[in-house]
Nanobody, 124 residues
Framework: QVQLVESGGGLVQAGGSLRLSCAFS????????LGWFRQAPGKEREFVGI????????DYADSVKGRFTIYRDNAKNTVWLQMNSLKPEDTAVYYC?????????????????WGQGTQVTVSS
């Protein structure tokens, strides 16, 4: 019964910034860790980052480390992905996903719920 809805995608220029949001509903938000994945055309879906239950710990893929930041507000049942210094290779459909434990956070099969995704396009 958990539902995740991403929003905030769009077209941006290289070097620009964009913030994606993911709204959670159906269960207790604070009981889940939230991950972000992305899938570029013709490529497999890849891990982007994850945030712990109360937001006190995060992990990121090397490709986005230092540029992307994940944060959450449990009172609002929302998690955000702040993307800075965007590159054309960041172009992809971005998904938020939820799981109950922090371990194995890079493995998409371990996530229980997924959103439908939002398109991010970074132009040169």
């Amino acid at each position: 019964q958990v539902q995740l809805v991403e929003s905030g995608g769009g077209l941006v220029q290289a070097g620009g910034s964009l913030r994606l949001s993911c709204a959670f509903s159906g269960r207790t938000f604070s009981s889940y860790v939230l991950g972000w994945f992305r899938q570029a055309p013709g490529k497999e879906r890849e891990f982007v980052g994850i945030i712990r239950w109360n937001g006190d710990m995060t992990d990121y893929a090397d490709s986005v480390k230092g540029r992307f930041t994940i944060y959450r507000d449990n009172a609002k049942n929302t998690v955000w992905l702040q993307m800075n210094s965007l590159k054309p290779e960041d172009t992809a459909v971005y998904y938020c996903a939820a799981k109950t434990w922090y371990s194995d956070f890079e493995i998409e099969a371990r996530y229980n719920y997924w959103g439908q995704g939002t398109q991010v396009t970074v132009s040169s």
